[in-house]
């Protein structure tokens, strides 16, 4: 199933519609989200789409990525190829940050400059590539546990739902929880010192989860969890996941929905999607904590263009958060 999938999330690679205008004079820019089967990396990829535009003649964003969730062995095999077929630019947010620095030495020994977003590579390797471009991630952890830790004020249990074990954002976002929730910063490199009674608040047996993006997996969790224990506070989900089939999530909640209406359990969960936004005020979430993938996927145009002219950038740069509750969902979003 992976290879097939593979397989067709780089047929475009492979048919080189890209790389073909590069005769034309245009510089062709590679955006290689974790997969293609998020709606969060879809508002990227519209963004790099604009930027192609309003550059016309100039710049080609290559939207190309794994077909589906995984480990990241499918995207640092997109990687590798992109650096084969000698794109001008490549901007990756790794799935798996050791596996990806190891393709991008590749890069740097063909002058490929590359860029990070949304996620970036372990502090060992950033000198594989000049500028990360997206989220603070570990202020996405604090925030979502800010939000929990005012409706709870006293504490309580908690299960965090994160990515992949990999994934240095999310490692980054739940040591963001971690440290906030028990008051002070530790010295543990992310995903930080699960949570034991500090605060008040306690990490239950089995998390956290991790999903590998695969949404309908996630939903499945959090069932799961929720059944499992009743008297769980909150749920805290680094990334969107299971609000990205919100169907099923919707389903999964409504079964629960006393105890999600009493603020008994909090669903406290990253991302500001419309979809998600719509099931907050439905009151399916307590408050989303959001971050701007069409920016990220903007910017990273024009700051691969900057590289390629050999020009200096900024690192890092970051492009802001939305912090969201029902009371405040008319103007939360930045416009």
């Not at 910063?185 to 089995?206: A, I, Y």
């Amino acid at each position: 199933m992976k290879k097939t999938l593979i397989v067709a999330a780089m047929a475009g690679l492979f048919g080189l519609p890209g790389l073909a205008s590069a005769a034309d004079g245009k510089l062709v820019f590679a955006l290689v989200p974790k997969n293609m089967n998020n709606p969060f990396f879809d508002q990227a990829r519209d963004g790099c789409k604009k930027a192609e535009k309003e550059m016309a003649g100039k710049v080609e964003c290559m939207y190309i990525g794994p077909g589906e969730h995984g480990g990241g062995e499918e995207q640092v095999q997109v990687v590798q190829d992109l650096i084969t077929k000698k794109v001008d630019g490549i901007a990756v947010a790794p799935s798996n940050a050791p596996a990806m620095a190891k393709a991008l030495e590749r890069a740097k020994t063909a002058g490929i400059p590359v860029i990070t977003w949304d996620s970036d590579l372990l502090d060992k390797d950033k000198g594989l590539r000049a500028a990360y471009v997206g989220t603070k991630n570990y202020d996405i952890g604090v925030n979502l546990a800010k939000i929990a830790m005012k409706l709870k004020p006293k504490g309580g249990t908690v299960c965090i739902q994160s990515g992949g074990p990999a994934a240095a954002n999310h490692n980054e976002r739940m040591k963001g929880i971690r440290d906030t929730i028990a008051g002070k910063v530790s010295n543990t490199p992310p995903p930080g010192d699960r949570l034991t009674g500090q605060g008040g608040w306690k990490e239950v047996d089995g998390c956290p989860l991790y999903t590998n993006d695969d949404f309908p997996l996630s939903v499945k969790q959090l069932g799961e969890i929720l059944a499992k224990y009743p008297d769980l506070t909150a749920f805290l989900p680094t990334g969107g996941f299971p609000q990205f089939v919100p169907q099923a999530y919707r389903q999964v909640v409504e079964k629960h929905m006393e105890r999600i209406k009493s603020k008994k359990t909090l669903l406290v969960v990253a991302d500001t999607l419309p979809v998600q936004m719509d099931l907050m005020k439905a009151g399916y979430s307590h408050g989303q904590v959001g971050q701007r993938p069409f920016d990220m996927g903007y910017r990273a145009m024009s700051i691969l263009k900057d590289l390629k002219e050999k020009k200096k950038v900024a690192d890092p740069i970051y492009t802001g958060l939305d912090v969201c509750e029902p009371e405040t969902e008319a103007t939360c979003i930045a416009k």
